[in-house]
C-alpha cells in the first residue's frame, strides 16, 4: 500500500501574519524561517494524526483487494472518491463504474465498499489498484478545527524558541505537552 499526494495544499492552516502576531514579531527579516515553520508544523500534526488538514488530492495505492471487500482509505477525512481504477496485464487502467461501490466517508477511516468478489483483479502484481480521493477540512485555514490550528501555532513557537540541533529524546527535542493535549481529540481510536 502507498499514498501519493497528487496535488498539494492550496493554503496553510495557518497563514504568515497568525504565526508572527503569535510569536510577537514584527519585522520581516525572519518570514521564510516561519513560513518553514508553519509547513514542518502542519506536516507534523498531519502525520501524527493520520489528517489532510487543507483539501488535497492523493492516490492510494494497493497490490491486490482484501478478502472483505472493504477498502480502508488510511487519510482522513475524506471528501470524495474521484474514481477506482485496476491496471491490466498490459498496465492499462480500467475505471470502476461508480454504481460498483459504495463510499463511506462518515468513517474514520472512510472506506470504499464493494460486493465481495465483484472487483476485477488487477493484471499486475504490485500497485494494480489505484484509488484517487481528496481529503481535508475545507480549502481555507478557517475550515481547519481550532485546536489544530492553534497546536500548529505553538509548533512554531516552539520551533522558533528552539532552534539549536537537540538530541533526540533530550528536553529541547521534546514536543510541548500541551500541543499533544490539544490534538488528542482528533486522534484514531484503535481497538
Known amino acids: 500500500m502507498a499514498l501519493v499526494m497528487t496535488s498539494g495544499p492550496a ?54 483487494w482484501s478478502g472483505s471487500g472493504v477498502v480502508e482509505i488510511p487519510l482522513s477525512p475524506v471528501k470524495t472518491v474521484s474514481g477506482v481504477r485496476v491496471k491490466d496485464a498490459s498496465g492499462g487502467m480500467i475505471t470502476i463504474a461508480p454504481e460498483s461501490y459504495i463510499v463511506d466517508t462518515a468513517s474514520r477511516p ?12 488487477p493484471g499486475v502484481r504490485a500497485a494494480g489498484i489505484e484509488v484517487t480521493f481528496t481529503a481535508g477540512f475545507g480549502t481555507q485555514p478557517s475550515h481547519v478545527p481550532a ?3 492553534h497546536a500548529i501555532l505553538m509548533l ?6 528552539n532552534r539549536e540541533v537537540a538530541e533526540a529524546g533530550s528536553a529541547a ?11 488528542a481529540p482528533f486522534r484514531k481510536i484503535r481497538l
Do not use: M
Not at 49 to 61: M, P, V
Not at 173 to 183: M, S
Open 147 to 149: 485546536p489544530l490550528r
Open 156 to 161: 512554531v513557537a516552539h520551533w522558533y524558541d
Open 11 to 64: 493554503a496553510e492552516p495557518v497563514t504568515l501574519q497568525e504565526a508572527k502576531a503569535h510569536l510577537r514579531v514584527d519585522h520581516a527579516s525572519e518570514d521564510v524561517l516561519i513560513s518553514s515553520l508553519i509547513l514542518t508544523s502542519r506536516l507534523h500534526v498531519e502525520a501524527a494524526l493520520d489528517l489532510a488538514l487543507i483539501d488535497q488530492a492523493w492516490t492510494l495505492q494497493l497490490d491486490r
Open 173 to 183: 527535542a521534546r514536543i510541548p505537552e500541551q500541543i499533544g493535549d490539544l490534538i
Open 110 to 121: 472512510a472506506r470504499v465498499v464493494f460486493e465481495t468478489g465483484s472487483q476485477p483483479h
